[in-house]
């Protein structure tokens, strides 16, 4: 399957870590230090799940070689919805009047988008579909409290959108070779870990270090298990793109794989952790980089937990 | 694809429609004539989405002709999560320690069971997956407001599970023949006629009429267009199990598609609008009914909308 067109959109608010001194008592350098994150971006109150990921279509159609209408399933991915009946994806549906599409919104946290894309994998394994737009886009700010120290400094707002066909339309598509996905439900604090309860207080991290241990682990382990599949090297890979949650764990995996940091592409800087989105809106600021013949790999983990990787090719 | 165990669970405790009286002013007589229901469960204060589909696996996993840790999907279908992040499925797969299982949660409102069961014949064309468990549970109670006159009386709780593999276990499975679903977010008032917005008030119905509207041309046409595509006759189908929102609904569709009443699946005069669980729940309460060769087809609609239809047999 390939990926014919990639978006993404981030709210204009920006919120430097100088904001958090006064809001939960943790100083710029802190931040930085701990998490790699200089500022993060904020939705508008104007905002939600739903409008930034319109905003990352309406940046995209313009340039889609094929007609939105021919979208015949929309999947939205998000742990932080805006409206769970009217989800994401029967929002975009609507703003876009696309008609005769399936619409379905998933979650698996942070591993959300490639949990989307490995249920493409499946609509056209049954051959029911011919084109899909998946759509990930996260609010985290709707739900996270900021004078939460374990937390609250960590989110940012974002959308990304990426539209996925069975036939390549032009020289720029990417090729999807290979997605897989695995919960981790059964490991360490698994469920307790990172929480997004709406009726009980949204986003809470009270076992940060669990997750450091288990998202180093097994986004390693996701792109062994990926390249070993599909016989390759990790010295194949031109470029990593990690779930953008904390820099010492992207840092922490790059070591253990032991590749250069200019393989290793980062949006957690300037975007903190923007939650399913971070993977493709790192790979759609990336877009300028990639070459013909240029091996991509995405490795993500999730709070829940869970785990997957992509193997994508320019 | 055959289903090879089926159970459900309910919280034992029932609200009468009595007990609406001076919550939203409605008399029993006003709720059970526009409506069809008598009664409803609660999920009690130490009960949740979660928990109740953990009973309702645990009422089933005594039958499983094989062990749970065959699992490798589980899906979680809900529009009124626990936890979107520890999500539904994740924490059965914690409850059941199931390793090396693949773990999602879906939502398309009141269609989600559906549209699950179809993400699962993608996962079985992939070849990636031999077993699937499908868990429908819905906390309507956490979400809604029973002071509401539009709808607090409407939901109720409960939830249910569905064990499916590629092969037949015994001659009590059943045969899913197809499934099918639509977005309709292109539709009527679609994305603001039913909400579950976590952050604005949860559920709201503002648009009731459009939903019936709606709700009883697509649930009709969900059923032609199947029937159809099998090269079936609406007199081949021996039982109906509509999505339980509303008698009238229910009764509108009945007379459309000229079949009697014997032939139409109710659970909703005991247990209100159930959400996605409710096809499932009213199959599963149903099961002693069920002879060797019977067609059963579901129909459902949902708020965003959706719709979507399944035809199973005995």
New interface residues.
């Given amino acids: 399957m390939y990926i014919n067109l990639i978006s993404h959109y981030l709210p204009q608010q920006i919120i430097p870590n100088s904001y958090f001194k006064e809001v939960n008592g943790l100083s710029e350098e802190w931040i930085l230090n701990r998490t790699g994150i200089k500022e993060r971006r904020k939705a508008l109150k104007s905002e939600n799940t739903n409008t930034m990921a319109e905003e990352a279509v309406n940046i995209a159609i313009k340039k889609l070689p094929y007609s939105i209408n021919d979208i015949d399933l929309?999947i939205g991915a998000t742990?932080?919805?805006?409206?769970?009946?009217?989800?994401l994806?029967?929002?975009?549906?609507?703003q876009f009047?696309?008609?005769?599409?399936?619409?379905?919104?998933?979650?698996?946290?942070c591993s959300?988008f490639i949990?989307s894309i490995?249920?493409v994998?499946?609509?056209f394994?049954?051959n029911?579909i011919e084109k899909a737009l998946v759509i990930a886009s996260e609010h985290n700010t709707?739900?996270h409290n900021k004078m939460d120290m374990q937390a609250g400094h960590l989110w940012g707002d974002g959308a990304a959108s990426f539209f996925i066909s069975k036939k390549k339309f032009s020289d720029k598509d990417f090729q999807i070779l290979d997605v897989n996905?695995?919960?981790?439900?059964?490991v360490g604090k698994?469920?307790?870990a990172?929480?997004?309860?709406?009726?009980y207080g949204g986003?809470k991290m009270p076992f940060g270090k669990d997750v450091f241990i288990h998202a180093t682990r097994y986004m390693v382990k996701s792109i062994n298990d990926i390249l070993l599949k599909n016989k390759l090297n990790i010295n194949d890979v031109d470029y990593i793109i990690p779930h953008q949650a904390n820099l010492k764990i992207i840092e922490n995996i790059r070591v253990q794989l032991g590749v250069e940091k200019e393989k290793v592409l980062i949006s957690i800087d300037k975007l903190g952790n923007t939650g399913c989105a971070s993977t493709p809106i790192t790979f759609s600021q990336n877009l300028h980089k990639f070459k013909k013949g240029d091996l991509i790999v995405f490795t993500v983990f999730?709070?829940?937990?869970?785990s997957g990787a992509m193997l994508v090719s320019k």
């Fill in positions: 929309i742990y932080s919805p805006y409206d769970t009946v009217g989800t994806a029967h929002y975009i549906q609507n009047n696309i008609s005769d599409t399936k619409s379905i919104s998933v979650s698996s946290a959300s949990n490995e249920i994998e499946g609509y394994a049954t029911k709707a739900y996905t695995t919960g981790l439900g059964n698994s469920i307790e990172v929480m997004l309860r709406p009726n986003i999730g709070g829940g937990y869970s």
